[in-house]
């Protein structure tokens, strides 16, 4: 992707690419090998491309098992990719080129769940502190301060540091999760469906923090969510993972006023809208099995539009069809065409 | 803070029995092993000798006192042994996986099917009896269940959220295996090490009254049952005594594994402000 950053947005001067990922692939071997002939993998990711620039949201969407999940541990280096390059900051992390306490420095993660991500037997305090002294920092005013500090950020008072995980309201749990994933001043956070998992009357606050958070500390967020309400609402630009590959990429308001690719326009679809009964069509059936993917397009046996052109392999390319927006699907310019909505750009 | 019967009463009778123990030299009456006096032999117990004396015409309530600290010794350092090597092998193997797991399962299999106490007896066999060789093999084959408890453990923490975190944060593998993990399972280590001092102290008991353990005239309360046999039907005290310091022990210890269980429940632990 050598386009310019979403203008839609960004007011800041042109960012500077602050994550790169470039034809990353995850495979997951399986059982076979001795006797079943062939070993078999499992495409977890397959040749994804991703870039990800100063101060902006992309938004990872997709349906359960589509592989972002495990794009993001490789990004953070939980998990070793297969194939592809890594640039987190200018230095490549291929593998284990760059060591888990560096890469820590850059990159951070806030969990969807927070009830499982606090250890229970540790006080906030140790929560916040043993990172800063493993990561060197070891003066006690200055432990101090950043503790305090980060509590304030996320609003929690500073007596808070005292109480262990058990103590705290899920939507507080999440305050915690996040302040954890900053205290080592990241400037990228993945965000791990950071809300799902909590009550909808606190997602409001959690999402507005996390926005109010990355204005002034100046963060990059990779937001994984399966949820378009909060995707649309905080990304920048927005991601469509299906079958471990990204099949739509493009800014927030080009994806969701002209989605073009069948999957995306049926995610879209699947929003829940008061007001109106459909936005389009639903798509039925499961997630292909991902050890048996169809040929062609990985979407044509659930996709409406699918023609005898979309199943004649190889993977259909990711092609440019407007102002950063990729779309990998063969048929996307016929589809935008026939498209009652206004589809200027193309 | 709510009552705790099995704690309270866990603890105070393990505390006794190390409280005898420890002043064993200054609550005994006589020496447990020099005051043989034949003039006494076989006396019931009575306000001279307060649980009776032995064939030897020893006095059994010093024996006893001074058996606490043998007891106590192969109960605490034995299965302090055992929880250590059990930790580490079965954490380790939980938490990395692949081949080594492979390892500890089949070591930790191929405990599991020899009987601890023929495979401590061998051990005793081999070495010569006495303390140090006693710790050694009671030390050496009961870690097994801590060692499955460890790995179990291991293996369903660290999926967690915050062991991914802490991967995240850039933790080594063994700190996060010492700051996260294994605090987090140290509540049922604790309860199987406590319940395993129980049996700890049987089985020294057991070993000492096959003769393989500690050897008489020095008193361990199993050597003391050992040499009661005969006499079980003519001086019942001289078995019921040390019988009875083994029952109150153990019983102490697996109260005391019960009560520590529900205290270290993290749930339990608000903190009071």
Same mark, same amino acid.
């Given at each position: 992707m050598e386009a310019s950053y979403g203008a839609t947005i960004m007011n800041s001067p042109p960012a500077d690419t602050i994550l790169k990922v470039e034809d990353l692939a995850v495979h997951f071997p399986l059982g076979?090998?001795?006797?079943?002939g062939r070993r078999r993998y499992l495409?977890?990711?397959?040749g994804v491309d991703l870039e990800l620039k100063q101060g902006e949201c992309l938004g990872l969407v997709g349906e359960s098992g589509c592989g972002k999940s495990t794009l993001a541990l490789t990004i953070l280096g939980l998990q070793e990719p297969t194939r592809g390059r890594i640039i987190l900051d200018g230095q490549e992390v291929a593998g284990k080129g760059m060591d888990r306490k560096a890469r820590a420095r850059i990159a951070q993660m806030v969990f969807q769940d927070p009830y499982s991500s606090l250890n229970p037997r540790q006080t906030v305090r140790t929560t916040l502190e043993a990172p800063l002294r493993l990561h060197g920092i070891t003066a006690p005013s200055e432990i101090e301060g950043r503790i305090a500090e980060m509590l304030g950020r996320v609003g929690l008072?500073? =007596?808070?540091?005292?109480?262990? @995980?058990?103590?705290?309201?899920g939507g507080q749990r999440q305050r915690i999760g996040i302040a954890r994933a900053l205290i080592l001043e990241p400037k990228i956070v993945i965000l791990?469906?950071?809300?799902?998992?909590?009550d909808v009357s606190i997602r409001a606050q959690i999402i507005n923090l996390l926005l109010e958070l990355k204005e002034t500390l100046g963060l990059s967020y990779i937001m994984i969510s399966h949820d378009l309400g909060v995707v649309e609402h905080m990304s920048d630009r927005v991601a469509v993972m299906y079958l471990g590959r990204i099949v739509e990429t493009g800014g927030w308001e080009s994806i969701f006023t002209k989605p073009r690719h069948p999957y995306t326009r049926a995610l879209i679809s699947a929003i829940p809208d008061p007001f109106e009964r459909s936005r389009g069509d639903k798509i039925m059936g499961e997630i292909p099995n991902p050890l048996d993917v169809p040929s062609g397009c990985g979407f044509n046996p659930r996709c409406?539009?699918?023609? =005898?052109?979309?199943?004649?392999? @190889?993977v259909p390319d990711l092609e440019e069809i407007g102002e950063v927006h990729f779309v990998r699907c063969r048929r996307a310019r016929e589809i935008a065409a026939g498209d009652a909505a206004p589809a200027s750009t193309g | 803070m709510k009552f705790r019967a099995n704690l309270v009463i866990g603890g105070v009778l393990f505390a006794s029995v190390v409280i005898a123990g420890i002043f064993a030299p200054w609550l005994a009456h006589t020496d447990p092993v020099m005051d043989a006096n034949l003039m006494y032999a076989e006396e019931a117990p009575g306000g001279e000798f307060w649980f009776g004396t032995d064939a030897q015409g020893r006095d059994i309530y010093s024996r006893v006192l001074h058996g606490a600290r043998i007891s106590l010794t192969v109960g605490i350092v034995s299965q302090l042994i055992n929880t250590v090597i059990g930790v580490c092998l079965g954490l380790s193997a939980g938490y990395w996986g692949g081949w080594w797991d492979d390892c500890v399962n089949g070591l930790t299999n191929m405990m599991l099917a020899i009987p601890s106490l023929i495979f401590a007896l061998a051990i005793m066999a081999i070495l010569n009896p006495g303390l140090t060789s006693l710790l050694i093999a009671l030390g050496l084959t009961n870690w097994s269940f801590t060692c499955r408890l460890a790995r179990a453990s291991a293996l369903s923490l660290k999926s967690q959220g915050y062991v991914q975190a802490a991967k995240v944060l850039g933790y080594g593998d063994i700190r996060i295996m010492l700051t996260q993990l294994l605090p987090n399972m140290l509540g049922p280590i604790i309860v199987i090490g406590t319940l395993g001092m129980g049996g700890a102290v049987l089985a020294e008991a057991a070993l000492s009254f096959l003769g393989l353990g500690i050897r008489p005239p020095y008193p361990s309360w199993g050597s003391m049952l050992s040499d009661a046999r005969d006499q079980i039907t003519t001086a019942p005290w001289i078995s019921i005594f040390p019988g009875l310091a083994i029952f109150v022990t153990v019983l102490g210890l697996n109260l005391l594994g019960d009560g520590l269980r529900d205290i270290l429940d993290p749930q339990a632990r608000t903190r009071r402000a």
């Open positions: 076979g090998g001795l006797f079943g495409h977890a990711v397959d008072r500073p =007596d808070h540091a005292e109480r262990y @995980p058990h103590e705290f309201s791990d469906e950071p809300v799902s998992a909590l409406p539009e699918a023609r =005898d052109i979309c199943r004649i392999p @190889p | -």
